[in-house]
């Protein structure tokens, strides 16, 4: 037996992190910068769809930028092109962090980049000039699935082996959530996709299939990465453990339970076993747990230090984005229970919640952790703090005015619907107004995302004056730390 | 060529489900469940230990940055 080395000392641990930052760099920024082209496509389409509300004939003259097909060309956009490829960089970074241990096998994963961005690309052209497939959430053809498979494929093959290569010692709750959404996704989608795309089954099971795999994107592969990212960046930020340790590993066990069943209750009311749609508003309302060991978990840790948010953009990111997972999480399971599905189904009341989860909560997260790496494997500061309170503030209250107005359009409009006195058209003319709304909150979330990437190019080109004093490189030399409020 | 695929998608339901049980199985085995308060300060160490915060908002000014946010962080 070898004798054990000394422990390492500060300025050791210091070298060892920069050698792991830096052997990221590559994958990382091509997944960083791949995800911030494609956010910026997804909210062109977004607003076109979105304009296309009020205004149906809007550019109609061309059949490639009707709704058929730029409302799927926005969702697939910011669905694979930025929330994927944003998840993935953090993974990569993060994992590497976690196992303690330089990125092994980067051509594995500039590979996958390099087929994700075409299989992206391939699809939204292909869902543009009418090829897209007419299930939500698999609009891409075939050939475009087929290759995010593979690239996903290799993904997942690489988290694999970077976890077989780790350091010894305790995993950390967010190597759970990583590991599992790396495992779980390709499964998810390669599924989804034989069951629908390639050998479609029978009528009915579809949907069931559909909203399995819709479902299951949003809580088995964005969740899990999202978690990730605030289980290690709100303690690693403020300098604090997390405040229970316990109840967060009982949340990861108890999401990988009850989580996957839950696709079901987008089919309440449809021609169904009542069984299927049973068990799964029950594992709905079962997500409670997961749900509130996490906000407990975050709100303890940040309590007291919530002066914080003023001077860590990356908290400020952070914490918004957990706080809105508690919100969307709880809302989700409300929406699950038969009689209030009766009024928020088929309505905006439903898009509200969507983007509620996939944006206040996933996308806000993403915009923090790359707050923090960016930084960190390009080795430059940020160059502007203006441009990043510019960027908080657009996106926050975007998100804000979006969800508030599909919230209350989408209950009249449910009201409305319920109503025999109302006809369906009339039942839409409650919603024109919310929906005019929802367009201006649009503008500002695309204004917010164009400061974002114009501080990105500036980033990523070490535009300004070289600063000799890291700011964001942690402990200042030589200084002693000092305890947070406790 | 259905027959291959309902193969392949059990087989798929039996490895996920059986992969996901087993890590169950190894984290409680190899004590991934004990001494709970220790593992969460493993993604800590002597150069950013507890009690130091690790980030701050990069400022306008760049001679000025370090010290107007260490200045910002004791008082809080």
Known sequence: MPRPAAPPTAAEDKIERAEIDASTRLPVVLFYGSAIFWLLVGSFFALLASLKMNNPHFLDQWGWLTFGRVRPAHLNAVAYGWASSAAIGTGLWLMARLCRVPLRYSKLVIGAAIFWNLGVLLGTFGILAGDGRSIEWLEFPNYASGMLFVAYGLIAVWGVLMFRFRQPGHVYVSQWYLLAAFLWFPWLYSTANILLNFEPIQGGAQGAVNWWYGHNALGLWFTPIGLATAYYLIPKVLGRPIHSYYLSILGFWTLALFYSWNGMHHLIGGPFPAWMISASVVASIMMFIPVITTAINHHMTVRGNFGALKWSPTLRFTVFGAMCYTLASVQGSFMAIPSLNVITHFTHYTVGHAHLGLYAFFTMIMFGAMYYILPRVVGWEWPSARLIRWHFWLVAIGIGVMVVALTIGGILQGLALLDPGITFMASLDYTKPWLLIRSGSGILLTAGHIVFAVSFCLLLFKVGAKRTEPTLFGTDQGREPEPLNR | ?76
């Open chain 2, 1 to 76: 060529m259905n027959t291959v695929i309902y193969i392949l998608l059990g087989a798929g339901l039996v490895f996920f489900g059986g992969t996901t049980l087993a890590a169950f199985y190894w984290a409680a085995r190899t004590g991934q469940f004990r001494n709970l308060e220790d593992g969460s300060k493993v993604i800590f160490d002597d150069d950013e230990p507890v009690g130091t915060a690790t980030d701050v908002f990069a400022d306008k000014k760049a001679d000025r940055p370090v010290r107007a946010a260490v200045a910002r962080r004791r008082i809080i």
